[in-house]
């Protein structure tokens, strides 16, 4: 049952970047693991396979995935100029490019109980061995984000890791799809889930069958989500920060975020207590009566951490 109502909050604080890996020959396939899904209904994870370890980023990498601006402001050197060494190769037509309006903010999001200390800290850049995104009381050990909003101050929009373990494999903080959910549609009367994960897919994307944090650590495909952030600041002292989930049907599944002690996870439900009732003990982290008190944006030491773009949610569009 649940212990207690918590919240998600995103702090501005200094991001530490991370590098992307470099481009190489393409992977030879493998055969993912066996998985029994027979005895899986009330797993929260796989029980009866080993886990693939997930890279850890060079520590050389600080700075890759700010842009120039971010980086001047944290006393690191501006990117190197690319150059386009292509010859005698067609150009790809291409999209023309939309300069982003609103500002790239970054922080950390801190877990916080609102009725008592029972969760207490941080979303760790540390993944357990599944690849999902656990809890830190280490503000050091934080994972460090990028809000990536383009055309809209509202969302959904995509935010990308800074720094971690899954960030130059798995940049997108999304959703990937329960290991022990039926099908891809969270809601109501349905134990369905989805972690709070490494992805890979685009903005803008649907649910897919993309490469993911989960299914690089399991070998079993699931689909996932990453476009998902959306911004609530109709109340300036409560700035909230929620995930969404799209269903099949293109319809926004109404979700609440929960934090599995026994997993150490994150995951979004659609029924916190059906979810609670086949998985064991979870701790509610949004408000069962309202969806969007999820997590809060804070102002730091030089100035509101939230731009004033953000008073505008007269339309919805994607990066």
């Known amino acids: 049952m649940f212990q207690s109502f918590t919240r998600f909050v995103l702090i501005a604080a200094l991001a530490v970047p991370a590098a992307l890996a470099a481009v190489g020959p393409s992977p030879v396939p493998y055969a993912p693991t066996p998985v029994r899904r027979d005895v899986s209904a009330d797993s929260f994870n796989p029980t009866d396979i080993v886990p693939k370890p997930i890279a850890q980023n060079a520590a050389a990498a600080i700075g890759a995935g700010l842009t120039n601006a971010q980086r001047l402001a944290r006393g690191l050197p501006p990117r190197s ?5 292509r010859r005698n190769r067609a150009l790809a037509a291409r999209q023309s490019a939309t300069p982003c309006t609103f500002s790239q903010p970054t922080g950390i999001i801190r877990v916080s109980s609102a ?3 029972s969760l207490n800290g941080y ?9 999902e995104y656990t809890v830190t ?4 050990q934080a994972l460090s984000v990028a809000i990536q909003r383009c055309n809209s101050a509202s969302g959904p929009f995509d935010m990308t890791a800074l720094n971690g373990a899954l960030s130059s494999q798995y940049p997108y903080v999304g959703l990937v799809n329960g290991f022990a959910s039926t099908d891809d549609n ?3 009367g349905s134990y369905n889930y989805a972690y709070i994960a490494g992805t890979t897919i685009p903005a803008g994307s649907p649910a897919e069958a993309v490469p993911n944090a989960y299914s690089g650590a399991t070998g079993s495909v699931k689909d996932a989500e990453s476009a998902i952030w959306t911004l609530d600041d109709s109340d300036p002292n409560h700035i909230v920060l929620t995930p969404r989930w ?12 929960v934090y599995s ?20 003990t979870a701790t509610a982290v949004v408000r069962p009566t309202s969806v969007i008190e999820a997590s809060e944006i804070l102002s730091d030491a030089h100035g509101p951490f939230v731009d004033p773009h953000l008073r505008s949610y007269s339309s919805v569009e994607r990066c």
Do not use: E, K
């Not at 799209?246 to 975020?257: H, R």
């Open 137 to 140: 009381t280490d503000a050091s």
């Open 246 to 257: 799209v269903n099949t049907d293109g319809s926004q599944a109404t979700t609440q975020l």
């Open 261 to 280: 002690p026994g997993a150490g996870a994150l995951a979004v439900v659609g029924d916190a207590a059906v979810f609670a009732s086949n998985f064991g």
């Open 123 to 131: 979303i760790s850049s540390t993944a357990n061995s599944f690849g």
């Open 115 to 117: 009725n008592d200390n």
């Open 186 to 188: 969270i809601r109501a």
């Open 81 to 85: 100029p690319r150059l386009n060494t």
